[in-house]
C-alpha cells in the first residue's frame, strides 16, 4: 500500500545518494559512511521483517557502488569507457526513460502486436531509445548548463579578486 507514496522510494534514491557520497574518494569520512551505515542497517531490517527483491537488489547495488568508489577499483579499459559514460548519462536516463517507455508503450498497443518474439525486439528497441534520448539529453541540456555555469563562475572569479 505504501507503493504509491513518496516515501516508498526514499529508501531506494536516499539509498543510492547516501552510496554515492559515502564512496566518494575524496570525501569520505565519518558523517557519509555512518549515513549510508544506518540506512543499510533499516534496508537489511527491513528485508528480514518482509523480503522484497527491489529492496535486496537496491541494496545490493548500492554496496558494490560504495565498493568501487571507496577501493577505486577498476574495469577493463573499453569496459571502463562504457560504464563512465552511462555514469555520466544516468541522471538524463532517469529523466527520460518514462517518456520513452510511455511512447513505446502506446506504440505497441496501437500496432496491436500479441507476438512474444515481437515483444523482446521492442524491448530492445525501446531501451536502446531510452538510452540515446538520455545520451542526447546529456549533450544538449546537462552540458550546455555546465558550460553556462562555468562561464559564470569565470566572469565572477576576477570580481572576487579585486
Not at 133 to 152: A, N
Request: net charge positive.
Amino acid at each position: 500500500s505504501w507503493d504509491v507514496w513518496a516515501l516508498y522510494f526514499f529508501g531506494a534514491y536516499g539509498l543510492g545518494a547516501l552510496a554515492w557520497w559515502a564512496g566518494l574518494r575524496g570525501r569520505q569520512g565519518f558523517l557519509p559512511v555512518a549515513l549510508y551505515a544506518a540506512t543499510l542497517t533499516a534496508g537489511l531490517v527491513s528485508l528480514t521483517l518482509e523480503f522484497r527483491e527491489r529492496l535486496a537488489l537496491g541494496i545490493g547495488v548500492s554496496a558494490l557502488l560504495v565498493s568501487f568508489g571507496a577501493n577505486q577499483w577498476q574495469l577493463p579499459q573499453p569496459a571502463n569507457r562504457w560504464a563512465a559514460h552511462f555514469s555520466r548519462t544516468s541522471y538524463a536516463l532517469f529523466l527520460t526513460h518514462y517518456a520513452v517507455l510511455l511512447l513505446a508503450n502506446a506504440a505497441w498497443a496501437a500496432l496491436g502486436w500479441t507476438n512474444g518474439d515481437a515483444a523482446l525486439v521492442f524491448i530492445g528497441a525501446s531501451w536502446v531509445m531510452a538510452l540515446g534520448t538520455s545520451h542526447l539529453f546529456y549533450m544538449h541540456v546537462e552540458k550546455r548548463i555546465e558550460q553556462f555555469r562555468s562561464s559564470i563562475r569565470q566572469a565572477r572569479a576576477p570580481q572576487a579578486a579585486k
